[in-house]
């Protein structure tokens, strides 16, 4: 396997092409398929198949010619890589529209994401229930004990909230934080950051509909 | 200008850069900053300045030596380039969770999206109200006149029904869809697709914590 060093060096759209072959692994395993080629991995994934190659070599992982990878196997893999073999205790921060979609997708469930807490600010919304959590005053995300702490915070809240936000979980201790609010936030340079913009994916698609 | 044969050999790495220039630009817009330069593009992006003076040369942009580029001609450079200088009528199918908030994310409402109509199966959400919009059983987007057709469909019901929503939406005439259920759909080459898939945002920040 690569060094820590090495892996530090992967881009982004290498880690994305992971996730889809992790997909189709997934999806091979449900099957009770044993092996897949790498021209299969291409048509399944619309990534080349030297790319497929390319992407899985660079993890260590090599198909037998005339065989492919072994699914289960290669499958395993991935999941460490990606780092979602494991649990994630997470925590939402905005209970809106948003955070409840996020925290009722089938998709973060599927991949070791366990909501462990919900917070808001909106006293209206304090202390209600959603699936089993009961929404916390966002106070509480600093006050949590130790043994209730959580990995990811996730942040759904409006974007001229999600700084203070931020600044209250990295003060709280948090590490990782994945943003839903459409806004370039500030951390430590010590806090991961993951922006999703949703009006960025639908950038490309307007891009595409103009070309 | 380039060509746009030249244009659809634009990868997606270099729109979604683009998106972010259009973002800081949009900010310095609001500022009344007349000029940026790559330094400083570079320095709100989070790419290189070298990255950022590439890609804007490759859509024919040049900024002048010590000046930078001028604000408000390279936004409405960079907002024709990705269409978002019109308007797009959006119409939404799914109105559970993920759907409104999709229906209301302020960044969708910034970019010329106008969602004209929403769709569901469920008997008990059609004829409610979302904002200016009544829930339509699903039958009514094919259905729907000429004059009230839409440009993009979004794709917000769970994954199993995901399929059969975009083949009636291709059947009913639409050429570009944005899906956010976590599944591979199948399009006709002629139909435009786009994923949003939530997880594997997750997974690439998921994997930044195992490094």
């Given at each position: 396997?690569?060094?820590?060093?090495?892996r530090?060096?992967v881009?982004?759209?290498?880690?994305?092409?992971?996730?889809?072959?992790?997909?189709?692994?997934?999806?091979q395993?449900?099957?009770?398929?044993?092996?897949?080629?790498?021209?299969?991995l291409?048509?399944?994934?619309?990534?080349?198949?030297?790319?497929?190659?390319?992407?899985?070599?660079?993890?260590?992982s090599?198909?037998?010619?005339?065989?492919?990878?072994?699914?289960?196997t290669?499958?395993?893999?991935?999941?460490?890589?990606?780092?979602?073999?494991?649990?994630?205790r997470?925590?939402?921060?905005?209970?809106?529209?948003?955070?409840?979609?996020?925290?009722f997708y089938?998709?973060?469930?599927?991949?070791?994401?366990?909501?462990?807490?919900?917070?808001?600010?909106?006293?209206?919304?304090?202390?209600?229930?959603?699936?089993?959590?009961?929404v916390?005053?966002?106070?509480?995300l600093?006050?949590?004990?130790?043994?209730?702490?959580?990995?990811?915070?996730?942040?759904?809240?409006p974007?001229?909230?999600?700084?203070?936000?931020?600044?209250?979980?990295?003060?709280?201790?948090?590490?990782?934080?994945?943003?839903?609010?459409?806004?370039?936030?500030?951390?430590?340079p010590?806090?991961?950051?993951?922006?999703?913009?949703?009006?960025?994916?639908?950038?490309?698609?307007?891009?595409s509909?103009?070309?």
């Open positions: 396997m690569a060094s820590h060093r090495a530090r060096r881009p982004p759209t290498t880690i994305r092409r992971l996730s889809a072959y992790f997909r189709v692994l997934s999806e395993e449900r099957q009770n398929a044993a092996a897949i080629s790498s021209e299969r291409s048509e399944l994934t619309g990534f080349t198949a030297a790319q497929v190659r390319r992407d899985l070599a660079y993890f260590g090599f198909g037998k010619r005339g065989v492919g990878y072994a699914v289960t290669l499958r395993g893999q991935l999941a460490s890589i990606l780092g979602i073999d494991r649990r994630w997470v925590g939402l921060v905005g209970v809106g529209n948003l955070g409840k979609a996020l925290l089938r998709g973060f469930a599927d991949q070791g994401f366990e909501f462990v807490a919900a917070f808001d600010i909106d006293p209206a919304k304090i202390g209600t229930t959603l699936g089993a959590l009961e916390q005053p966002i106070s509480n600093a006050a949590s004990a130790p043994g209730d702490r959580v990995d990811i915070v996730l942040v759904a809240v974007a001229d909230a999600a700084q203070s936000v931020v600044d209250g979980a990295v003060a709280a201790g948090v590490r990782a934080i994945l943003n839903f609010a459409p806004v370039q936030l500030r951390v430590p010590d806090v991961r950051l993951s922006n999703v913009d949703l009006s960025m994916e639908v950038e490309y698609l307007t891009y509909l103009t070309t």
